[in-house]
C-alpha cells in the first residue's frame, strides 16, 4: 500500500510560480516512476509530468519550458516546480505512482491562477 501526500498549491497570478510537493509512504520509492497529473473543471484528468526511477523526465507539450519535475529519494518526495504559470494552468493537480499492487493517487492539491 503507498499513500501520496501533495501540498503547495494556491492562488497565483498570471506569470507566478509555484512549487508542489508529493511525499509517498512505502518501500522502494527510488525505483519507481512517479508522475503529476491535473484536471481542471469539466476536463478529463491529463498528464503534466513524469520522472522514472532513473531521473528520466517526460513533459505535456503544454507545460514544456515551464514546468519542471524532480524528485528527492531520500525524502520519499517528487516535485513539481511550475513557472510562468497562465489562467489555463487552473486545475487540481494530482501525484501518481503505479506499483504491481495498483494505481495510486494522491487527495490532490488546487492551482488557481488568476488575477
Known amino acids: 500500500q503507498v499513500q501520496l501526500v501533495e501540498s503547495g498549491g494556491g492562488l497565483v497570478q498570471p506569470g507566478g510560480s509555484l512549487r508542489l510537493s508529493c511525499t509517498a509512504s512505502?518501500?522502494?520509492?527510488?525505483?519507481?516512476?512517479m508522475g503529476w497529473y491535473r484536471q481542471a473543471p469539466g476536463k478529463q484528468r491529463e498528464l503534466v509530468a513524469t520522472?522514472?526511477?532513473?531521473?528520466?523526465?517526460n513533459y505535456a507539450d503544454s507545460v514544456k519550458g515551464r514546468f519542471t519535475i524532480s524528485r528527492d529519494n531520500a525524502k520519499y518526495t517528487v516535485y513539481l516546480q511550475m513557472n510562468s504559470l497562465k489562467p489555463e494552468d487552473t486545475a487540481v493537480y494530482y501525484c501518481?505512482?503505479?506499483?504491481?499492487?495498483?494505481?495510486?493517487w494522491g487527495q490532490g492539491t488546487q492551482v488557481t491562477v488568476s488575477s
Open positions: 501518481n505512482t503505479v506499483r504491481v499492487t495498483g494505481n495510486y
Open positions: 512505502g518501500r522502494f520509492f527510488s525505483i519507481h516512476t
Open positions: 520522472i522514472t526511477g532513473g531521473e528520466s523526465t
